[in-house]
């Protein structure tokens, strides 16, 4: 039986922010950082960020008060989001959701020397090579941002609506592994909580556990 995946049950128990875990390469449950205690929770204003794009100009979450917003963490070498990039299911999903109007903002926390850090060049290259369409890719390496919202994981994704509020956090969909079989299938919580949201209603699944790698903090 496979390591990679966990059960539903499980993978549906968290309920805060704060009781998200990380999901080890093994497929096992970590006890979240410390840090994560006191994160953004769902339904509380997002909190604010001005963080540099890989175009040198700064974007403010404030400045996006009227629209929804995607945040992604994400991380290139990390198999479960390379997953959903050599689909083009991410890609796929930008798409959509900017095409509506959605602002999607791809954040990338991995300090210098770590896993996943890129320069803005590099960070532009892999937008084109992999056809990816976020509105702009957001440069944290010191993480501010990153354990301000209590991002553990790439990917990580969370909603906000166009008040400004957290409507959803965690995982991208509902099948924790690097197999890119289990996209087809897949009940997708991002597109779901969007779904929601355009339709005036209470997201139904606001917060999931969030699976990948963890986020390489410095």
């Given amino acids: 039986m496979s390591t990679h995946r966990l059960t539903r049950r499980t993978f549906l128990a968290g309920t ?24 953004a929770k769902v339904g509380d204003a997002a909190p604010g960020f001005n963080v540099s794009a890989t175009t040198g100009q700064s974007v403010s979450l404030a400045d996006q008060r009227g629209k929804l917003v995607i945040l992604e963490w994400t991380n290139h070498d990390c198999p479960y989001v390379r997953k959903h ?3 083009g299911n991410m890609q796929a999903l930008q798409k959509e959701t900017t095409a509506q109007g959605v602002i999607w903002l791809t954040l990338i926390s991995s300090s210098p020397g770590t896993q996943g850090y890129v320069t803005p060049k ?12 976020p509105t702009s890719v957001l440069l944290d390496p010191t993480g501010v941002v990153g354990k301000a919202y209590g991002a553990t994981n790439t990917p990580h994704m969370y909603v906000i609506d166009k008040n400004g509020l957290l409507v959803y956090a965690g995982a991208i969909d509902d099948r924790p592994t690097t197999r890119r079989a289990d996209i087809q ?34």
């Fill in 16 to 39: 805060t922010l704060a009781g998200l875990a990380t999901v080890t390469p093994r497929g096992m449950l970590a006890t979240p950082p410390a840090w994560a205690a006191a994160v």
């Fill in 85 to 87: 990039y050599e689909t």
């Fill in 122 to 133: 590099q960070a532009d290259d892999l937008t084109a090579t992999r056809k990816a369409s």
């Fill in 185 to 218: 299938g897949a009940h997708n919580y991002v597109r779901a909580a969007l779904e929601d949201v355009a339709a005036g209603r209470a997201v139904k699944t606001p917060v999931t556990r969030a699976y990948g790698c963890t986020v390489k903090y410095a």
